[in-house]
Nanobody, 120 residues
Framework: QVHLVESGGGLVQSGGSLRLSCAAS????????MGWYRQTPGKQRELVAS???????NYADSVKGRFTISRDNAKNTVSLQMNSLKPEDTAVYYC??????????????WGQGTQVTVSS
């Protein structure tokens, strides 16, 4: 079983910055992808940013140039630096990790979610 712990959400004014972090623990053999999703009431969860092996990144168009995703392979952590935040970035942010556990079975785990609120 792989467990994810998120941190870093909160309330910030428009134009401000926040940094989200997520640490994965458990019998992890390898991680193929780590990412951040967000969800607002009544809407589907959407991809914000992801990072794959080889540090290949992918961003939603709405956050390009403002958000930066990074990972620490040695610590199994992923972070999301969010700058120039806008009220429309307000959402619950979820960490997502995909990989293989020690038994060579694949896994996909989600964090518990952290609230990000951007006031205008």
């Amino acid at each position: 079983q792989v467990h994810l712990v998120e941190s870093g959400g909160g309330l910030v004014q428009s134009g401000g910055s926040l940094r989200l972090s997520c640490a994965a623990s458990g019998s992890i053999f390898s991680i193929s992808a780590m990412g951040w999703y967000r969800q607002t009431p009544g809407k589907q969860r959407e991809l914000v940013a992801s990072i794959r092996s080889g540090a290949r990144t992918n961003y939603a168009d709405s956050v390009k140039g403002r958000f930066t995703i990074s990972r620490d392979n040695a610590k199994n952590t992923v972070s999301l630096q969010m700058n120039s935040l806008k009220p429309e970035d307000t959402a619950v942010y979820y960490c997502n990790v995909v990989g293989t556990i020690a038994t060579m079975s694949k896994f996909e785990s989600w964090g518990q979610g952290t609230q990000v609120t951007v006031s205008s």
